[in-house]
């Protein structure tokens, strides 16, 4: 919406199912309709596009269909993601490795899928993707295959950030990532995680910020993706952005 607000059109893809290993709900259909609406009352168009990131040939299909409607890409923000604090599973392989697929394979697949429609345009463009607090510093760790994946992916994530930065920079296109702490979002506004939270106080007081709040607000990240996408931030190429009241300070 904050991107539409600065003149983006907007190809809004989600997979608007839940995933059987990740305990709480994900996005609706009905969630996606309701941003694109959004989008349009802020005066641009939206294609809504259902498509899980760990698909690479729906996701290549789904942006495809976005770009025959709105023409080529210039800005991508890759920000689908999961977690699944709370549950403690050493051994869960089926979460450790839906984890890992979306939120370090689906932002490999996302950056792939959209590079060459903005290398065609040929403007430059900017490339912004959401790792986390835990793509910096391991605190929280609890031995879980769930935080060890999501640790691992959202590390990972930098990783694909600083390829992406140096192959790209030739066709001035910059790479950026975003490290925010708990942000008030459905991920972690749910049942199951806020249960686990109060049952386990010692991990949430591991993961407490240096400023004294609980959590950032999802306005907070998306105010640091609107600039990393502007030309405010021309020459800014390869940074991880910290949005963490002070989370990884060390
Ligand atoms: N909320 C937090 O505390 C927090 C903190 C740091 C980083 N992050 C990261 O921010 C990003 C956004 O998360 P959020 O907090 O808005 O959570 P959210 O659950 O509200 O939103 C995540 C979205 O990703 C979609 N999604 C999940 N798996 C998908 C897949 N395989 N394919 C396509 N879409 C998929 C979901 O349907 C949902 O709409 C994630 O990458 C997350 O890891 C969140």
Known sequence: ??????????????????????????????????????????????????????????LR???????????????????????????KDPLDEAVYRDIVDTNLNGVWHTIVATVPSIIRKGRGGSIILTSSAQGLVGRGGDGSAAMFAYAAAKHGVVG?????????????????SVHPTGVATPMILNEFTATSMRD???????????????FV?????????????????????GATLPIDAGHTVM
């Open 1 to 58: 919406m904050a991107l539409a607000a600065e003149g983006a059109d907007i190809i809004a893809i989600d997979r608007c199912a839940d995933i059987d290993s990740i305990p709480y709900p994900l996005a609706t259909k009905a969630d996606l309709d309701k941003t694109v609406a959004l989008v349009e009352a802020r005066g641009r168009r939206a294609v809504p596009v259902i498509a899980d990131v760990r698909d690479l040939d729906a």
């Open 61 to 87: 299909a789904g942006v495809q269909s976005g770009i025959d409607q709105l023409g080529d890409v210039d800005i991508v923000v890759a920000n689908a993601g999961v977690v699944a604090i709370g549950l």
């Open 160 to 176: 694909l950030m600083r390829s992406a930065a140096n192959a790209y920079a030739q066709n001035n296109i910059r790479v950026n």
């Open 200 to 214: 386990n106080p010692r991990g949430s007081s591991l993961s407490a910020n240096l400023l004294p709040v609980p």
């Open 217 to 237: 607000e999802a306005e907070d990240v998306t105010n640091a993706v609107v600039w990393l996408a502007s030309a405010k931030a021309r020459y800014i190429t």
